[in-house]
T-cell receptor, first 112, second 115 residues
Framework: AQSVTQLGSHVSVSEGALVLLRCNYS??????LFWYVQYPNQGLQLLLK??????LVKGINGFEAEFKKSETSFHLTKPSAHMSDAAEYFC??????????FGAGTRLTVKP | GAVVSQHPSRVICKSGTSVKIECRSL??????MFWYRQFPKKSLMLMAT?????????EQGVEKDKFLINHASLTLSTLTVTSAHPEDSSFYIC???????????FGPGTRLTVT
């Protein structure tokens, strides 16, 4: 069965610093991987997705993630954090679109 | 494109009553819709998967008689919380998929509070 593990329930960075949110997956077959962002009392917004094309995936708002099969990882990064990046981030894995599993989430805090 | 709406966005109801939440795909036809529940500061828990014209598939531990799902058309799925209790208070989020696109499109969520 596929699953994702997000290391660190809470990450705090200073404005302008590198953002690194970790996600490791477990899947017996090549996965589809996603990063979503959620602002308070709102639904999920897709940041980026990996669907077996390029291993380095660029998303919205300056985020990107690299699929590393050898490490079973799909970490999310952004070179320079902005105050508006403060939110909850979810990594998700799907084998086919009918079974998406979410990580526990990582709350990102950005300090001025 | 690929917009999913939910109605209502917030609802407060009394214990013992039933509440219906609608999920609509506004600009595409959704072959499958999903219902998630999210507790405060927690991740999303898949409750059920619904396909148009057929019975929903519920995840283990989700009471199908309590959480009634109807998917009458390719653009509308409804979740009815029957005989609601305070422990049903939660944030309910729906999503829809689109044939040929490996992505789920999420609605904005519905905050249910049962008093």
């Amino acid at each position: 069965a596929q699953s994702v593990t997000q290391l660190g329930s809470h990450v705090s960075v200073s404005e302008g610093a590198l953002v690194l949110l970790r996600c490791n997956y477990s899947s017996s077959v090549p996965p589809y991987l996603f990063w979503y962002v959620q602002y308070p009392n709102q639904g999920l917004q897709l940041l980026l997705k990996y669907t077996s094309a390029a291993t380095l995936v660029k998303g919205i708002n300056g985020f990107e993630a690299e699929f590393k099969k050898s490490e079973t990882s799909f970490h999310l990064t952004k070179p320079s954090a902005h105050m508006s990046d403060a939110a909850e981030y979810f990594c998700a894995v799907s084998f086919d679109n009918n079974d998406m599993r979410f990580g526990a989430g990582t709350r990102l805090t950005v300090k001025p | 494109g690929a917009v999913v709406s939910q109605h209502p966005s917030r609802v407060i109801c009394k214990s013992g009553t039933s509440v219906k939440i609608e999920c609509r795909s506004l600009d595409f036809q959704a072959t499958t819709m999903f219902w998630y529940r999210q507790f405060p500061k927690k991740s999303l828990m898949l409750m059920a998967t619904s396909n148009e014209g057929s019975k929903a598939t519920y995840e283990q531990g989700v009471e199908k008689d309590k959480f009634l799902i109807n998917h009458a058309s390719l653009t509308l799925s409804t979740l009815t919380v029957t005989s609601a209790h305070p422990e049903d208070s939660s944030f309910y989020i729906c999503s829809a998929d689109r044939q040929g696109v490996y992505e789920q499109y999420f609605g904005p969520g519905t905050r249910l509070t049962v008093t």
